[in-house]
């Protein structure tokens, strides 16, 4: 098939490379990671993949911030996060209701919640903007899935969490899970707005782009 070279074509194909390539994702290094000191393994498990961060600070959240954050009015993915939490109760005897007192999924994801704000203010936090080829998808993989003891070895919540939602539900708190990273586009977008609303995210190029994208030959 003949390639299409007209200008508009070219226009739209650069426009795709590019934002493909400049992909932005929000990620945190939560309260736990910080403590534990793994600010530099992770941000070195960020880099090595050949992705860069173009902001980033420490804080302690507010309530209010970790309430726009995750969209605890949002009653479906409230009941989603009681869904996660009964992921921990496989293979295990107790039934929901044993365990959490409740077998509602949104009942839970209500405690879920509670526990979720005093984790994510237990201390700082480390909020970062990473830009790169799939970034939002990238991150993901290298975080893992929510329930450390369900993530692979070699990702971030597998290599330094077995937690569990069954053991952390009965001891009233949040799965100590280390990392958060946007799902997908609408969470990246929204989630880089909320954190870095009006503050300067950086422009500039790795050493490797040159190697990773070929421009020495
Ligand atoms: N969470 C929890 N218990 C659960 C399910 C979730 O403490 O049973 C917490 C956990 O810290 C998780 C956060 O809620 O990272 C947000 O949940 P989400 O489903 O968005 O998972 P993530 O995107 O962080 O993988
Ligand atoms: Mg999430």
Known sequence: MAKNTTKDYDAKLNKTVFSVKHQRTFCMIKPDGVMRGLIGEIIRRIEKAGLKVVAMKMII?????????????????????GVKAKKGLEGSPLTAKDAYGTDNDKELGDSVVVSLIQYMQSGPVVAMVVEGIQ???????????????????GTIRGDFSVD???????????IHNLFHASENPVEAENEIKLWFDGEIICDYSLGNDDIMYCKHY
């Not at 726009?68 to 993915?77: F, L, M, Q, V």
């Not at 569990?164 to 949040?174: D, K, Q, T």
């Open 61 to 81: 959240p507010t309530e209010e911030l970790i309430k726009k954050h995750y969209p605890t009015s949002d009653e479906a993915w409230v009941a989603r996060l």
């Open 135 to 153: 970034a939002i998808n990238m991150v993901r993989k290298l975080a893992g899935p929510t329930l450390p003891f369900m993530a692979e070895m």
């Open 164 to 174: 569990s939602p069954l053991v952390a539900n009965i001891e009233g708190r949040s």
